[in-house]
């Protein structure tokens, strides 16, 4: 802590500099740096990933196989996917020529359950208007291009990256051709789509209205229905015009094979390390949880692959290693103290009526928390992989995940069931389920440990707690109601009030000045703004009603000579944001992000709490304390 701040500025006119100015100071970037850099968030990552690379060298059920089927040399990868593409371009070429439609339709549902997404594709999740139960959805495809003109970038690219997969199979000359026909296809699919409303049917009335038989297509996915399942059908008639799409052998031919090779491709994984791995999207996406200063190896690549395919598995099993009967304990009773902070500040907000309060009270009392990681130990029992076969794992896992989701439909959904990455280093709320989930990943010190005094505790994660709670009742969550439906909490007047407060919040943080003449987009933050705000305050309030029934842990100067308990309290929550970033994230970030700049997440909410302004004896109107405030949560 002490190290990370500038004690040379007035914490009452920049309390970020004040906080984190000698950490940033030591820590330029240029734009050539890692974008953004947290050193709390990173030393979790740190610690996460020697956890990760112990997990991959145990001999735990699947993980070991699939890891050592990643780091084979690149050549015997390349020769498994050859002869995994040659068997599927058999598969194709009788689909094409051969098969009836009957079969072509299983066939269809197993490619979709391996992850070949070529003509159709099926979800399952919650609707809005009924998150209590799993619905199923039956769609197109989803189509590689946004744009039919063969003039524009993205068309003379696609081509060009479908020629070069045909090249290496075909003669340079033929290639060409194959790639305008797979593209030619996708064009098809594009036209024959219907942007009509959701359809709700049966299975079998589906596929009488269409001559489509869908239950072949789930039946071949792995689902034990009947028929008589009501579905939700997206673009229904496009399915009825699939005949007219399959009108040109060749073309299909070409396509599915672009399709099968596409699939294959995307789950490549020796493009990763090394400098292109840097420029590759989908390495982009299996190093995500990766700290910035890893260097790309294959061993480091491909434990991350693991974990992104298995993610669910992966967090279960790191979780024992992180989570233990005190962590749940310890934070079960702080996010319950955080909540009754909360509940207790809601009598002092006078732009609240009573029917309002009432409601807010109630959905407050439903929130539930969900902590660490998802239960799926049964959910790989009928996995086969082999730790040779890297692309058969790929397609295995798959057909595995694809077919335990499908046969999550039509039930009610659990929610306490845990949605999310397990190692990721964040916490969400899900108005959905009124939860707030809290993942293995960011339960681990600095931000987390169950040794760690009460005060850190608190003012760390006790802070993500306040925060996602906060999100329940924000501009966004406040339109749900305790049980997840679509329903306002509040009374149009009530509304009203909130919205001025709410609107009164995005000016203040649009005087924020980012970079050159940039300023903070206020409305586009507004509901973190307003979680960060929440988090503060309750957080902060909570750590006082623990203090005030056990008693002080520390006397005032005693961890920081110069500074009192409060103080202490107030420069960890802050510090929790030291970040650099360099200018090229900030532009990104301003122009996407609904989070302030990480400066603003620190002077923001704390310059809105009047607590702060006490603490630190800020004169009337100085940067941190001024002359009115917002008044929300």
Same mark, same amino acid.
């Not at 003109?149 to 993205?154: F, H, I, K, V």
């Given at each position: 802590?002490? !190290?990370?701040?500038?004690?040379?500025?007035?914490?009452?006119?920049?309390?970020?500099?004040?906080?984190?100015?000698?950490?940033?100071?030591?820590?330029?970037?240029?734009?050539?740096?890692?974008? /953004?850099?947290?050193?709390?968030?990173?030393?979790?990552?740190?610690?996460?990933?020697?956890?990760?690379? =112990?997990?991959?060298?145990?001999?735990?059920?699947?993980?070991?196989?699939?890891?050592?089927?990643?780091?084979?040399?690149?050549?015997?990868?390349?020769?498994?996917?050859? +002869?995994?593409?040659?068997?599927?371009?058999?598969?194709?070429?009788?689909?094409?020529?051969?098969? @009836?439609?009957?079969?072509?339709?299983?066939?269809? %549902? !197993?490619?979709?359950?391996?992850?070949?997404?070529?003509?159709?594709?099926?979800?399952?999740?919650?609707?809005?208007?009924?998150?209590?139960?799993?619905?199923?959805?039956?769609?197109?495809? %989803?189509?590689?291009?946004?744009?039919?003109?063969?003039?524009?970038?993205?068309?003379?690219?696609?081509? #060009?990256?479908? $020629?070069?997969?045909?090249?290496?199979?075909?003669?340079?000359?033929?290639?060409?051709?194959?790639?305008?026909?797979?593209?030619?296809?996708?064009?098809?699919?594009?036209?024959?789509?219907? @942007?009509?409303?959701?359809? $709700?049917?049966?299975?079998?009335?589906?596929?009488?209205?269409?001559?489509?038989?869908?239950?072949?297509?789930?039946?071949?996915? %792995?689902?034990?229905?009947?028929?008589?399942?009501?579905?939700?059908?997206?673009?229904?008639?496009? *399915?009825?015009?699939?005949?007219?799409?399959?009108?040109?052998?060749?073309?299909?031919? +070409?396509?599915?094979?672009? =399709?099968?090779?596409?699939?294959? /491709?995307?789950?490549?994984?020796?493009?990763?390390? #090394? &400098?292109? %791995?840097?420029?590759?999207?989908?390495?982009?996406?299996?190093?995500?949880?990766?700290?910035?200063?890893?260097?790309?190896?294959?061993?480091?690549?491909?434990?991350?692959?693991?974990?992104?395919?298995?993610?669910?598995?992966? #967090?279960?099993?790191?979780?024992?290693?992180?989570?233990?009967?005190?962590?749940?304990?310890?934070?079960?009773?702080?996010?319950?103290?955080?909540?009754?902070?909360?509940?207790?500040?809601?009598?002092?907000?006078?732009?609240?009526?009573?029917?309002?309060?009432?409601?807010?009270?109630?959905?407050?009392?439903?929130?539930?928390?969900?902590?660490?990681?998802?239960?799926?130990?049964?959910?790989?029992?009928?996995?086969?992989?082999?730790?040779?076969?890297?692309?058969?794992?790929?397609?295995?896992?798959?057909?595995?995940?694809?077919?335990?989701?499908?046969?999550?439909?039509?039930?009610?959904?659990?929610?306490?069931?845990?949605?999310?990455?397990?190692?990721?280093?964040?916490?969400?709320?899900?108005?959905?389920?009124?939860?707030?989930?809290?993942?293995?990943?960011?339960?681990?010190?600095?931000?987390?440990?169950?040794?760690?005094?009460?005060?850190?505790?608190?003012?760390?994660?006790?802070?993500?707690?306040?925060?996602?709670? $906060?999100?329940?009742?924000?501009?966004?969550?406040?339109?749900?109601?305790?049980? #997840?439906?679509?329903?306002?909490?509040?009374?149009?007047?009530?509304?009203?009030?909130?919205?001025?407060?709410?609107?009164?919040?995005?000016?203040?943080?649009?005087?924020?000045?980012?970079?050159?003449?940039?300023?903070?987009?206020?409305?586009?933050?507004?509901?973190?703004?307003?979680?960060?705000?929440?988090?503060? +305050?309750?957080?902060?309030?909570?750590?006082?009603?623990?203090?005030?029934?056990?008693?002080?842990?520390?006397?005032?100067?005693?961890?920081?000579?110069?500074?009192?308990?409060?103080?202490?309290?107030?420069?960890?929550?802050?510090?929790?944001?030291?970040?650099?970033?360099?200018?090229?994230?900030?532009?990104?970030? /301003?122009?996407?992000?609904?989070?302030? &700049? !990480?400066? *603003?997440?620190?002077?923001?909410?704390?310059?809105?709490?009047?607590?702060?302004?006490?603490?630190?004896?800020?004169?009337?109107?100085?940067?941190?304390?001024?002359?009115?405030?917002?008044?929300?949560?």
């Amino acid at each position: 802590m002490l !190290a990370y701040r500038n004690t040379s500025v007035d914490p009452c006119q920049d309390f970020f500099e004040y906080a984190c100015g000698t950490y940033v100071s030591n820590h330029p970037v240029t734009e050539t740096s890692p974008y /953004i850099y947290i050193p709390a968030i990173s030393g979790i990552q740190l610690t996460t990933d020697s956890l990760l690379a =112990k997990m991959v060298s145990d001999p735990w059920p699947y993980l070991n196989e699939i890891y050592s089927a990643c780091i084979e040399p690149e050549e015997v990868q390349m020769s498994e996917f050859w +002869k995994t593409f040659s068997l599927y371009q058999t598969q194709v070429e009788l689909f094409v020529y051969e098969w @009836p439609q009957a079969t072509q339709e299983s066939v269809l %549902g !197993a490619w979709i359950s391996q992850g070949i997404q070529s003509f159709a594709n099926v979800a399952v999740y919650p609707l809005n208007s009924d998150p209590h139960i799993n619905q199923v959805y039956v769609y197109p495809a %989803g189509n590689t291009l946004n744009s039919y003109d063969p003039n524009s970038t993205e068309y003379v690219r696609l081509v #060009g990256e479908i $020629t070069e997969f045909f090249t290496q199979y075909e003669n340079p000359q033929q290639a060409v051709t194959d790639a305008l026909l797979a593209i030619g296809v996708e064009a098809s699919i594009a036209s024959s789509v219907n @942007p009509a409303p959701i359809q $709700t049917m049966t299975i079998n009335e589906a596929a009488t209205a269409t001559g489509f038989n869908f239950m072949a297509l789930f039946e071949a996915m %792995g689902a034990n229905w009947t028929g008589d399942e009501v579905v939700n059908f997206i673009s229904l008639d496009y *399915f009825t015009n699939l005949t007219n799409i399959f009108s040109d052998p060749t073309a299909i031919q +070409k396509f599915l094979e672009w =399709k099968v090779g596409q699939a294959a /491709i995307d789950n490549t994984v020796s493009w990763c390390w #090394g &400098p292109n %791995g840097y420029t590759y999207e989908n390495c982009q996406n299996i190093m995500s949880d990766a700290p910035d200063s890893l260097v790309w190896t294959q061993e480091a690549v491909c434990r991350y692959y693991v974990h992104n395919e298995l993610t669910d598995y992966v #967090g279960l099993i790191l979780s024992y290693e992180i989570i233990n009967g005190d962590v749940y304990d310890d934070i079960r009773n702080m996010t319950e103290g955080i909540q009754q902070a909360f509940g207790a500040s809601l009598k002092n907000l006078t732009w609240l009526d009573p029917v309002s309060l009432a409601n807010v009270t109630e959905k407050l009392s439903l929130v539930l928390q969900i902590i660490g990681h998802p239960n799926v130990l049964d959910k790989y029992t009928d996995l086969d992989v082999d730790n040779m076969r890297f692309y058969h794992n790929s397609f295995a896992i798959s057909a595995v995940q694809t077919a335990y989701n499908l046969n999550q439909a039509f039930v009610p959904f659990n929610r306490s069931d845990f949605q999310f990455d397990p190692l990721i280093v964040n916490a969400f709320y899900d108005p959905i389920t009124n939860t707030i989930n809290f993942p293995a990943g960011i339960l681990e010190s600095p931000m987390f440990s169950a040794r760690l005094p009460k005060l850190f505790q608190y003012s760390r994660l006790g802070y993500v707690v306040g925060h996602e709670n $906060t999100h329940g009742f924000d501009n966004q969550g406040s339109h749900y109601d305790g049980y #997840g439906n679509y329903n306002d909490i509040l009374d149009p007047t009530t509304r009203a009030n909130f919205n001025n407060n709410a609107q009164c919040l995005a000016t203040y943080y649009s005087q924020y000045l980012a970079y050159g003449d940039v300023y903070v987009n206020g409305t586009q933050t507004l509901p973190e703004n307003i979680a960060d705000i929440g988090g503060v +305050k309750n957080s902060y309030r909570a750590y006082q009603n623990f203090v005030a029934v056990n008693g002080p842990e520390y006397d005032d100067y005693e961890l920081i000579p110069e500074l009192t308990t409060n103080q202490v309290f107030q420069l960890s929550q802050a510090q929790t944001w030291c970040a650099v970033s360099n200018q090229a994230y900030l532009e990104f970030q /301003i122009q996407n992000d609904v989070h302030s &700049p !990480a400066k *603003f997440r620190v002077l923001g909410p704390l310059s809105q709490f009047i607590e702060f302004a006490n603490n630190w004896n800020c004169p009337a109107g100085s940067p941190m304390n001024p002359a009115s405030r917002c008044s929300l949560w």
